[in-house]
């Protein structure tokens, strides 16, 4: 099992640094957002403070550096390196899923306390994973791996792609309930790059979750990585539904009203990315395969310099916006373009902010 697991985290990694693994026709729709520029912003570049609290921790920058890896010796090296620019720069940092440490007991790369003491620290299991185990099991993998929280992820679509994939999907969202109810820690439900539609939104809702990565479409496709890593079968069904999922902006605006804290990940790869999903409601923004490269660079320095770009890139764009904060921004009116626009809930307080949207 360990071996599988192991070689497959492997080819996850060299796949998403080497091939090309994003959506192909599909966009994050983020594109689709203008933020309205304000030519007399009367604040100094200086007083912009990009900080938000996410799940009652506060974040020096609306940014979270989502799961990527953890359990081998590369994703040791590589989770360091992610930790320590999340604790330099203000961000939380999300380990990749923790399978290998819920049942095999692998600490291996899930030991980063050290380098980032302050850091808003994500655990990691999937929902097949989390069925089979008990709450008392799940507290005990975040406390040896010292997170804060649990991401619960969901990947329906790429474990029916994989050939080893799950098959049988009963019993999550009374998984997802026991867990709010019995967990002990804060709950995060992501999704992986194929979004969370409204509906969805309603029955976490019900279930007592507070906060979601929507996790949308339009960055990194895990259904074609699978179809990239296997032959046969799962490669063809793998390219025929290559590019399923509902972008990362229509699954923000499909969950804006719904009371969520939302973490927008899927596709993000710069400060203007981030700012448009913050405009459309995210209260942070999460990154994933646009970190990789930075992470494994020779220089160890350049991951964390990557999110300190990235973090100007939000103030500029905030003071651009004639925004102090991500709060400020929240209430602006926005430019929704056409193919966004039909995403959008009626009636819902993004309608409202539309420019040009009748004022009631
Ligand atoms: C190499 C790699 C491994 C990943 N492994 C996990 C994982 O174990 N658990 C998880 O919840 N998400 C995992 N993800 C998904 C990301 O957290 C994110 O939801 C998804 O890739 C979309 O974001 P992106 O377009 O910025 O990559 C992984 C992403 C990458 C690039």
Excluded at 263 to 280: K, M, S
């Amino acid at each position: 099992m360990t071996d599988v697991h192991r070689s497959r985290k492997d080819q996850h990694l060299d796949l998403c640094l080497g091939a090309d693994v994003g959506f192909r026709q599909r966009t994050t729709l983020l594109e689709e957002v203008e933020v309205v520029h304000d030519a007399l912003p009367d604040f100094a570049l200086e007083s912009v403070d990009p900080s938000v609290t996410l799940l009652g921790r506060q974040l020096r920058l609306p940014v979270v550096i989502s799961a990527i890896t953890g359990g081998t010796e590369r994703a040791e090296a590589i989770n360091r390196r992610l930790a320590a620019a999340a604790q330099a720069e203000g961000t939380a940092f999300g380990f990749g899923s923790q399978r290998l440490l819920l049942e095999e007991g692998i600490r291996t790369g899930f030991e980063v306390r050290d380098v980032a003491p302050e850091t808003l620290i994500l655990g990691n299991i999937g929902l097949a994973q989390a069925r089979r185990a008990s709450p008392e099991a799940l507290f005990e993998m975040l406390e040896i791996s010292g997170a804060d929280a649990l991401c619960l992820h969901l990947n329906v679509a790429q474990e029916v792609v994989q050939a080893e994939g799950a098959r049988d999907f009963r019993a999550g969202l009374q998984t997802i309930q026991r867990l709010v109810e019995e967990l002990g820690k804060p709950l995060v439900v992501k999704e992986t790059g194929c979004g969370l539609s409204r509906s969805v939104g309603m029955r976490l809702r019900e279930a007592g979750v507070t906060c979601v990565d929507v996790g949308g479409a339009g960055g990194t496709s895990w259904v074609g990585v699978e179809a990239l890593r296997t032959a046969g079968r799962p490669a063809r069904v793998g390219e025929t539904f290559w590019d399923w999922g509902i972008p990362t902006a229509a699954s923000i605006a499909q969950v804006h009203d719904l009371g969520f804290e939302i973490v927008a990940t899927g596709g993000l790869a710069n400060g203007l990315d981030a700012l448009r999903a913050l405009a459309l409601g995210a209260k942070a923004v999460g990154f994933a395969r646009h970190l990789l490269p930075y992470a494994v660079d020779p220089d160890p320095d350049a991951v964390r310099i990557r999110i300190e770009e990235i973090g100007d890139e939000i103030r500029m764009g905030l003071l651009l916006a004639g925004a102090r904060t991500p709060e400020d921004l929240r209430t602006q009116p926005v430019v929704i373009g056409p193919r966004l626009l039909p995403w959008v809930p009626p009636g819902a307080p993004l309608c409202e902010r539309r420019c040009g949207a009748p004022r009631g």
